[in-house]
């Protein structure tokens, strides 16, 4: 069973709309979490790392965040962009330095 | 800065035949991990290694087998390739220690099989 969640698998907005993405994990013990994005045909690119402590980082227009007690992040785009569409990945690290990778949220932002 | 380097970018073999991809991480990282994502698909892990030893074993078919070397690159054979086989090939690799352990991912090696 996969330990990171992804939710939802894919979504559409339209250019200039918010939209929030969420990962939820099984993890333990926990290290840090990570959201890459993944342009089509291209390896995954980080956009935010955060580990235990923290609970909300961002990255030009891209905020994540962290509940470390519920296990969960969440990866919030303001003011999307066409180049916003990408498939956006939730990797979280156990103590142990494994990584789990989710399944990725696939974003398709239209004009 | 180095970054993880793949190759090749791209690979067309026929049915039955053989492949191998190579991944080369960036200096001093230590751990590997290996990813196919068929088209349209969810990345799904294949395996990883850490100091040349396997660390982790995901959904890597018994056709294939990797290896770290000792200088910590890293090769996918893949065996009797079949029609499925034709993906994308991620490679990522990482520093293990720390909280702030960051995973940097190659552009990949495009298999087609035919």
């Known amino acids: 069973k996969n330990q990171v969640e992804q939710s939802p698998q894919s979504l559409i907005i339209l250019e200039g709309k918010n939209c929030t993405l969420q990962c939820n994990y099984t993890v333990s013990p926990f290290s840090n979490l990570r959201w890459y994005k993944q342009d089509t045909g291209r390896g995954p690119v980080s956009l935010t790392i955060?580990?235990?402590?923290?609970n909300t980082k961002s990255n030009g227009r891209y905020t994540a965040t962290l509940d470390a007690d519920t296990k969960q992040s969440s990866l919030h785009i303001t003011a999307s962009q066409l180049s916003d569409s990408a498939s956006y990945i939730c990797v979280v690290s156990a103590g142990d330095y494994k990584l789990s990778f989710g399944a990725g949220t696939t974003v398709t932002v239209r004009a | 800065a180095a970054g993880v380097i793949q190759s090749p970018r791209h690979l067309i073999k026929e049915k039955r035949e053989t492949a191998t991809l190579k991944c080369y991480p960036i200096p001093r990282h230590d751990t590997v991990y290996w990813y196919q994502q068929g088209p349209g698909q969810d990345p799904q892990f294949l395996i990883s290694f850490y100091e040349k030893m396997q660390s982790d074993k995901g959904s890597i078919p018994d056709r294939f087998s990797a290896q770290q070397f000792s200088d910590y690159h890293s090769e996918l054979n893949m065996s009797s390739l079949e029609l499925g086989d034709s993906a994308l090939y991620f490679c990522?690799?990482?520093?293990?220690?720390?909280?702030?352990?960051?995973?940097?991912f190659g552009q990949g090696t495009r298999l087609t099989v035919v």
């Open positions: 955060m580990t235990f402590s923290e």
């Open positions: 990522a690799s990482s520093l293990l220690g720390g909280v702030n352990t960051e995973a940097f």
